[in-house]
C-alpha cells in the first residue's frame, strides 16, 4: 500500500541526497493508496521526474522481476509493521535491503548481514545507507547472497509444517 507511513516521502527527500553521491542512481516506486497522487505531485515539484518513477500496482511476478533488477531495496517505513511482506519478498529475491526497525527485522535481521538500519524520519541517514550500498559492490553481493539464504525458511513448505506442528500441539493439549 502506497501510505504516508510506509516512508515513500521521507525516500522521495532523501534521492537529492542519493544523487550528490550517485548521480546515476534511479528510484522505482509501486504500489497503490492514498498518497500516490501527493506523492507525484511532490515528484514533478521536486523536478525529479528523471530520476523517480512510480509503476503502480503490480501482480506478484512483475514485483519479483523488479526487484531482481534492483540494487536496493529502501522501505523506510514507520507503520506499525509486523512482518513486512515486501521486505521478505526483497530478500527472497537477494536485493539488500535499507529499512527501519521493524518487529521482524529486529528479531530476524542483522544489520551488516542482511540490511542497514535507519531511523524513520530521517532521509539523511537513509540517503547515506542507499549510497553506502550502492558504491560497494562487494557489501551488494553478500547482503544479496545472505538474503536468498535467509529468505529459504519462510519458504511455504517451512512455514506450513510450522503452522501443522502448531496446531497438532494446540489440539493434543485439549484431549
Not at 534492483?70 to 519478498?89: C, D, I, K, N, R
Not at 529486529?106 to 532521509?123: A, I, R, W
Amino acid at each position: 500500500r502506497f501510505v504516508k507511513m510506509k516512508g515513500p516521502f521521507d525516500l522521495l527527500e532523501a534521492v537529492p541526497l542519493v544523487l550528490q553521491e550517485c548521480a546515476t542512481a534511479r528510484f522505482v516506486f509501486a504500489g497503490s493508496g492514498p498518497a500516490v497522487d501527493e506523492f507525484l505531485a511532490e515528484v514533478k515539484r521536486r523536478a525529479l521526474e528523471e530520476y523517480v518513477s512510480w509503476v503502480g500496482n503490480l501482480d506478484h511476478k512483475a514485483t519479483i522481476e523488479h526487484y531482481m533488477q534492483s540494487w536496493v531495496f529502501a522501505f523506510p517505513t514507520h507503520f506499525p509493521e509486523g512482518m513486512p511482506m515486501v521486505v521478505a519478498e526483497a530478500m527472497a529475491a537477494g536485493v539488500p535491503i535499507v529499512t527501519t526497525r521493524t518487529r521482524f527485522g529486529t528479531s530476524y535481521m542483522q544489520e551488516g548481514k542482511h540490511c542497514l538500519f535507519v531511523d524513520h524520519s530521517n532521509p539523511s541517514s537513509l540517503g547515506k545507507a542507499i549510497c553506502a550500498l550502492l558504491t560497494n559492490p562487494e557489501m551488494r553481493s553478500d547482503f544479496s547472497a545472505n538474503n536468498r539464504q535467509f529468505a529459504k525458511q519462510f519458504s511455504l513448505d517451512r512455514v506450513v509444517e510450522e503452522y501443522l506442528a502448531i496446531y497438532s500441539e494446540i489440539v493434543a493439549a485439549q484431549h
